[in-house]
């Protein structure tokens, strides 16, 4: 099996994202050149391999790698391993360094209306901007799943979206009240103003053209504190860790449970409310 020939047919999969497939690169060729040198094909990869892989990265390198470097790397390469072997030759033995938790910088509710207030105006753009930023927050958004959006995705009668998501997964989420109203503004008097040909996306620029996320980015200098802020409110109101993962779009639990700390607190409060001994 050509391990270069493997490389490239998984980095044309059309299962990746872009931005996947770019990220991807770089990692799953380091790989191959390591295999390479140790005169090893691809059918030979076992756990013994990847334990020394990864011992490999851990090594100090004119600047030492960080955990969550190495984690990511070593998913680059056991996807790219799961498609080409298959996932039932996959050792799925924990390789990757702990990593110090991190709880997401998470705006608080008060914070959040803040920004969209300063949103407000009637010129086109900031009627945009507002809906933009609302939809993210609204419906916990990836950048790249808000300017993804098309007009046929927004569902007004039963105020919902229809999200493509990471690797092209597909999931529908509630729009709320206040993003339907905002997108309804948009779409009657600041898209007609934008628009300049046939252009079936949702958030258009100043050329008529789909957004890209740095316009996002400038709009709301860090938009996936709107994602983290949709997800800690909502637990934060007694939704369950299980229905966040469902509207994020998580394929995990684990990913979701970044957020538990939320889901604690919220339970100590009721324990305390509720326990006679409390």
């Keep these: 099996m050509d391990t270069r020939r493997a490389i490239e047919r998984f980095l044309q999969s059309p299962a990746l994202g872009e931005g996947t497939r770019r990220s991807y690169r770089h990692d799953v060729e380091e790989f191959g050149g390591w295999l390479e040198e140790r005169s090893l094909a691809l059918p030979e990869v076992d756990v013994r391999a990847l334990a020394e892989y990864a011992t490999e990265l851990g090594r100090a390198r004119p600047r030492k790698l960080a955990p969550a470097t190495i984690a990511r790397k070593l998913a680059a390469v056991r996807s790219f391993l799961r498609f080409t072997l298959g996932p039932t030759n996959v050792p799925d033995a924990s390789l990757a360094p702990r990593r110090p938790r991190r709880l997401p910088d998470t705006p608080k509710a008060a914070e959040v209306e803040a920004a969209l207030v300063e949103l407000d105006g009637d010129e086109p753009l900031a009627v945009r901007n507002r809906a933009l930023v609302e939809t993210v927050y609204s419906a916990g958004l990836r950048s790249a799943e808000a300017v993804g959006l098309n007009l046929g995705d927004v569902d007004f009668d039963r105020e919902q979206l229809h999200v493509r998501g990471k690797g092209g997964k597909e999931r529908i989420v509630p729009l709320g009240e206040e993003a339907a109203h905002a997108l309804a503004r948009y779409l009657h ?63 995990s639990l684990s990913t979701t449970q970044l957020y538990s700390h939320v889901d604690g607190r919220r339970l100590r409060r009721v324990y305390d409310r509720s326990h006679p001994r409390s």
Excluded at 199 to 222: I, K, M, N, P
């Design 189 to 251: 008097q600041a898209r007609p103003e934008l628009v300049s040909g046939p252009e079936t996306a949702l958030f258009l620029s100043t050329r008529g053209r789909r957004l890209d996320t740095s316009t996002l980015r400038r709009v709301f200098a860090h938009p996936h504190r709107l994602r983290h802020a949709f997800a800690t409110h909502l637990l934060e109101g007694g939704a369950d860790l299980r229905t966040i993962q469902d509207l994020l779009g998580h394929s």
